[in-house]
């Protein structure tokens, strides 16, 4: 499904974020990538969503090179791939349904539509009841729910994840990733960029570690020592 | 209409910049429609004295009335004609006296020995007017011959100059309201700088993400023609009578409401067609999706 070949990126200052690096995920894989800050974790899924392109080397996803997707078709690629943010990029004046809403809104979905699949997608978030609170009114674990929600609801191929647990408490991080467990267990390709080592080692799945651009483990259900 | 209603609410959010570019386009179209109307009045007042063909001949004081009486018999043998009307100095007075029945100052100074006699000729076709005027000219008696020829060169000078002030007025204030869309849509392209970025990385298109900013500058236009058009219904409306009176016999009045609807509709579209461009500028300049 995605399959990173030789791919590098360097940035216009010349630091390299991503040096060589060979990967391939398979359909309904649950990644985590792992690595200290500045290892490269957010610069690989930014690649994956054309925010950034390859310096060299190749992205593919179901066989398309990304980098070579023009400006005008980007929008089918990014409505097949759900992000949940480091910073949640949630709208403070909008209400969590009307967040959630806007992934559908692009869409062109129907009211009636985007009433139905909102409602279902903070239903499985667990998050219905505050549907017409804004993100200020909101816990720390409800906002990132809400950032899945509205990154599920559109039933993306692919999830990408890039520090959801950052700003949890354990338990609190703990359920965040039990959620995205399960959305992947219906289906769904997960890659969750951490530094969270508890969480990785409780999950057992599959961990691909970076360290300054380059893949220095690739482990089925491997374990996360931070350095 | 949903997408309407979207645009609607974002514009109360911030009412000052909103209302600041409809009274922009407002004034500019205000001025524009000060123009067309000064424009198609004298495009009326040019009609109506050519489809009038008349020519006003004056007399020299020491000519008597045998040898007025004889000129008119010989325009009068031409054939051309259609009335001729003799204006005795007493007439003249009465003449002048109606016309300037509102100024004292003027009615006290001059008495019928001051005015000249007259006839008034009317002309069957425009095209005599030329072999009356002659006629008449040729005659020693003759001190003075009005045609519509005169006034028509006149009015149509005026014209050219309205026209062409209008044109330097009104693009001037076409540019300035052109400026200020793009720095209001500028500045809610700033605001909703984040909303712009998180739809563009949950798959909005370009156009989705530049739709609501095109119906923006479009409503600040449809909105600047509106009250625009309201306030030259109203003034019109109001100062109707003097402008009646000025006019004298040329009917403008009642205005066609047909026509207030055909240049709010010509308005509202050059208007909307501004806000869009000036969006367009905006957006160009100021919306960046990555």
């Known amino acids: 499904m995605l399959e990173f070949i030789a791919v590098s990126k360097q940035f216009p200052d010349g630091q390299v974020a991503l040096d060589d690096i060979n990967l391939k995920i398979e359909g309904s894989d649950f990644v985590f990538i792992t690595g200290p800050s500045g290892a ?30 023009p400006e005008n078709k980007l929008h089918i ?151 | 209409m949903n997408q309407i209603k979207k ?7 911030s009412p000052y910049q909103a209302l600041a570019a409809a009274l922009a386009m407002s004034l500019t179209f205000f001025v524009s429609s000060i123009f067309i109307i000064l424009i198609i009045g004298g495009q009326i007042v040019l009609n109506y004295i050519e489809q009038r063909p008349e020519v006003i001949v ?61 006839i008034d000729i009317s002309v069957n076709r425009a095209a005599d007017i030329k072999q009356i005027t002659d006629l008449a000219q040729a005659s020693e ?23 062409l002030g209008g044109l330097v007025f009104v693009s001037t204030l076409l540019s300035v309201s052109f400026l200020i869309i793009i720095m209001v849509i500028g500045m809610r392209i700033a605001i909703r700088r984040e909303e712009v970025s998180i739809m563009s990385l949950v798959g909005a298109t370009k156009w989705y993400i530049a739709r609501p900013f095109f119906i923006e500058g479009a409503l600040y236009g449809i909105l600047g023609a509106s009250i625009s058009v309201f306030l030259i219904y109203v003034l019109l409306l109001f100062y109707s009578p003097q402008i009646q009176n000025f006019l004298g016999d040329i009917r403008v009045f009642p205005i066609n409401p047909l026509f207030f609807l055909y240049l709010w509709a010509a308005e509202a579209l050059a208007a909307a067609l501004v806000g869009i461009i000036g969006a367009a500028i905006a957006l160009y300049r100021y919306l960046k999706i990555r």
């Open chain 2, 58 to 118: 004056f007399f020299k004081d020491e000519a008597n009335q045998t040898e007025i009486d004889d000129l008119t018999e010989k325009v009068r043998s031409t054939g051309l004609t259609k009335e001729i009307k003799f204006v005795s100095k007493e007439e003249a007075l009465a003449i002048y006296r109606e016309r300037n029945k509102d100024d004292p100052l003027l009615l006290e100074s001059v008495t019928a020995d001051f005015l000249p006699r007259s």
């Open chain 1, 40 to 69: 490269g974790k957010s610069t690989l899924l930014r690649l994956i969503t054309k925010e950034l392109v390859p310096s060299s080397g190749q992205v593919l996803f179901n066989e398309d090179d990304i980098a070579k997707i």
């Open chain 2, 7 to 13: 645009t609607v609410k974002l514009l109360r959010r």
């Open chain 2, 141 to 163: 008696h003759v001190d003075k011959v009005i045609t519509p020829e005169n006034l028509v060169e006149q009015l149509v000078k005026w014209t050219k100059t309205i026209r």
């Open chain 1, 77 to 227: 690629l990014r409505r097949r791939i759900g992000t949940v943010f480091q910073d949640f990029k949630l709208l403070l004046s909008r209400t969590v349904f009307e967040n959630v809403a806007l992934s559908l809104e692009v869409l062109k979905r129907s009211d009636s539509e985007i009433e139905k699949e909102v409602s279902e997608a903070l239903e499985k978030v667990g998050i219905l009841e505050k549907a017409d609170y804004f993100p200020a009114q909101l816990s720390g674990g409800e906002v990132q729910r809400t950032a899945i929600a509205r990154a599920i609801v559109s039933k993306p191929e692919v999830l990408l994840a890039d520090e959801p647990t950052g700003d949890l408490d354990p338990k609190t991080a703990e359920q965040v990733v039990e959620l995205l467990e399960k959305i992947n267990k219906e289906g769904t390709t997960v890659l969750m960029a951490t530094h969270n080592s508890a969480i990785v080692n409780k999950f057992k799945k599959r961990v691909v570690h970076l360290k300054k651009g380059k893949i220095e483990k690739d482990q089925k259900e491997g374990k996360y020592e931070p350095d």
